[in-house]
């Protein structure tokens, strides 16, 4: 009797991992406990003889086309050294030939943006920019400022008047 639970058993866990090989959230469980292993220095015994997770083409070209997404505009960022809002990088992205899909293609720019660790949002300062710059507006904008600034005088950094409100006026000459 034994015998045929361990069999029914057996192959009730044939049925269930067949099943859980077509989840992509078990595919990605796979793959990091193979990735763990391999970094181990040694793969786990159970793991041998697994062959590797393939993700299937639909996910393969998500994944391709999010790194596609990035890549168009980390390199639009990175040339034009500022912030960009999310409807001047939906153009960046169509000029690129990238097709972004969603009911509202361009709400689902920024949601691939916001979830990537490559960029953030800053609306105050024009949008969407690089990590690294952290919470500045970009290389180009702030050496755009440091150019412009002309040499501050001391009554612009102190507030006060250009001349003192106790000289008077000579009438006589005309001078301070």
């Known amino acids: 009797m034994s015998d045929s639970i361990l069999a029914a058993a057996e192959a009730e866990e044939a049925d269930l991992l067949k099943a859980l090989e077509t989840n992509p959230t078990f595919q990605r469980l796979r793959t990091v406990r193979q990735v763990i292993a391999l970094l181990n220095g040694s793969p786990k015994e159970e793991e041998d003889h697994k062959k590797p997770v393939r993700f299937p083409p639909r996910i393969r070209e998500r994944l391709s086309k999010r790194d596609e997404v990035e890549h168009a505009v980390w390199s639009h960022l990175k040339d034009t050294g500022r912030r960009a809002s999310s409807g001047e990088l939906f153009s960046v992205i169509q000029k690129a030939g990238i097709v972004i899909g969603g009911a509202v293609p361009s709400k689902a720019l920024a949601s691939t943006l ?43 950094i102190t507030g006060e008047p250009d001349r003192s409100p106790f000289e008077t ?5 005309g001078s301070w």
């Open 114 to 156: 916001s979830t990537s660790g490559r960029f953030n949002n800053i609306r105050e300062l024009g949008g969407y920019g690089l990590e690294e710059w952290g919470d500045g507006a970009g290389p180009s904008v702030e050496m755009k400022n440091v150019v412009d600034d002309k040499s501050a005088t001391s009554s612009q």
């Open 169 to 173: 006026k000579d009438q006589s000459t």
